[in-house]
């Protein structure tokens, strides 16, 4: 899923009801305190719109960003083994938005590998 859809999302609306509103004769049709008070509504919608899309994309961004390669010396999980936190060499590392499907299976002393600029992330089991 696009980090920028829940922009699109929320700010496709209000642009096509905004060129409803805008047309001359629509516009003739609608009382003017009604007019008004849906540019801002719809400027409201705009401004949350914005909001949610820089908050959405600033996780994976931030993720981006990580560059590890060690064995985990600590790992936690927020809820039960939905959203794993870890540590290596000292940096907790919340990994939240990067590409693994088994979440549930990281453990003390497994090697987590992430390079910079990518969400994959690479898990290496320890032996038993």
Same mark, same amino acid.
């Given at each position: 899923?696009?980090?920028?859809?829940?922009?699109?999302?929320? !700010?496709?609306?209000?642009?096509?009801?905004?060129?409803?509103?805008?047309?001359?004769?629509?516009?003739?049709?609608?009382?003017?305190?009604?007019?008004?008070?849906?540019?801002?509504?719809?400027?409201i919608?705009?401004?949350?719109?914005?909001?949610?899309?820089?908050?959405?994309?600033?996780?994976?961004n931030?993720?981006?960003?990580?560059?590890?390669?060690?064995?985990?010396?600590?790992?936690? =999980?927020e809820?039960?083994?939905?959203?794993?936190?870890?540590?290596?060499?000292?940096?907790?590392?919340?990994?939240? =938005?990067?590409?693994?499907?088994?979440?549930?299976?990281? !453990? !003390?002393?497994?090697?987590?590998?992430?390079?910079?600029?990518?969400?994959?992330?690479?898990?290496?089991?320890?032996?038993?």
């Open positions: 899923m696009p980090i920028y859809l829940p922009f699109i999302v929320l !700010v496709l609306p209000f642009f096509i009801v905004l060129i409803i509103l805008l047309i001359p004769a629509v516009r003739s049709q609608i009382r003017p305190e009604k007019y008004y008070r849906a540019i801002i509504f719809l400027s919608l705009l401004a949350g719109g914005f909001l949610i899309a820089f908050w959405t994309m600033r996780g994976p931030e993720e981006k960003n990580y560059s590890f390669n060690g064995v985990i010396e600590k790992a936690y =999980y809820k039960p083994k939905e959203i794993p936190h870890i540590t290596i060499k000292g940096v907790e590392y919340d990994l939240c =938005y990067l590409n693994y499907l088994d979440y549930d299976t990281i !453990v !003390v002393g497994d090697i987590a590998i992430k390079k910079k600029g990518t969400l994959n992330f690479i898990l290496i089991k320890k032996k038993k």
